[in-house]
C-alpha cells in the first residue's frame, strides 16, 4: 500500500487527461452523479460517502449502441479513448461480477462489452459512510473493495491510502511513482477504524431494518416465484425500463436488425 496526496491526485487524473476519458462522482449530501474531467476540474471528485446514482454497468452495458454494420466481421469503432472511471464502489464492482459472467465469456460475450470493459481503467474507492437503504454486509459483502479493482482509495486526512489490485493498476502506479510515498502508521489506522465504523453501521442499519442475510436470502425467487406479489407489481408496470437501467446486475437485452 502507498499514499497519495489530494494534491498528487489531481495530478494523476490531469496526467491520464490525454490518453482516456475520466470520469468520477460530483455533488454533495446523499446524491452524487458522475461527470467528466472535461466538465469538470478533477479536484471536484467526490470520493467520500456512498456510491454515486448511476449504476457503473451504463458505462459498459449501454441503453442503445450499434453493435454491427453490415457483413463487416469488425466492431463498429466510436472514435472514443478507453475510459477510465474513478469512485466505483464495491458493490458496483460486484454487480459487474455478473455483468461480466454473462458478457466476458470467449466464445458466447458481447465484443463490443468486452472490448470497453477490457479496455478502462478502475480506480475504486472505499464508502465512508452508509445510507438507510445500504445493505451490503447483508449479502456477505463490505462498504470496501477487495477485488475487481486496478487501483483502490481509502480516503484518509490530507489524501488516499492507495491498494493495488491488478497488473494494470500496478503499471499505473510505476508510470508515476512520484505522484506516491509511503502511508503512515496514523493513515492506516484510519482507514481501518474508518472501514469498521462503516461496517458497525451497516449492520446496525440491518438489524433495525429486519434485514435478512445472504444465506436466508439464497433462491428466495425460486421459492416465492408463485406469490401474488409478482401479479401486484405488474399490474402498475407501464413497461418504461427503468428497472433494467437503474439495476446494477441486470443483463437483459433486445437485438433487432433494421434497413
Known sequence: MTFLSRVDFESLLKAL??????????????KSHFTSSEKTNPGNALLEG????EPVKSFFFHGREKVADGFDPGLPGNGLLPLCIVGVRACDLRGL???????????????????????????SADCTDALDT???????????????????????????????GSAKGESLLNAHADLFTE????HLQERLE????????????????GTPDGESLRGAVRRKYGDPMWSREAATCVECGACNTICPTCHCFFLYDQM
Open 50 to 53: 456512498v456510491r454515486a446514482v
Open 194 to 209: 474508518t472501514r469498521n465504523a462503516v461496517v458497525g453501521k451497516l449492520r446496525e442499519i440491518a438489524r433495525a431494518d
Open 17 to 30: 487527461e490525454g490518453t482516456r476519458r475520466i470520469l468520477f462522482p460530483v455533488g454533495g449530501g446523499e
Open 183 to 186: 502511508p503512515s502508521p496514523d
Open 97 to 123: 461480477r455478473i455483468l461480466d459472467h454473462v458478457f466476458m465469456d470467449p466464445e458466447f460475450g458481447d465484443p463490443t462489452y468486452r472490448r470497453v470493459r477490457g479496455e478502462c481503467l478502475i480506480i
Open 134 to 164: 445500504c445493505f451490503c454486509t447483508s449479502l456477505e459483502g463490505a462498504p470496501y473493495p477487495s477485488e475487481g479493482f486496478d487501483l483502490n482509495l481509502s480516503p484518509v486526512k490530507g489524501g488516499f491510502i492507495v491498494e493495488i
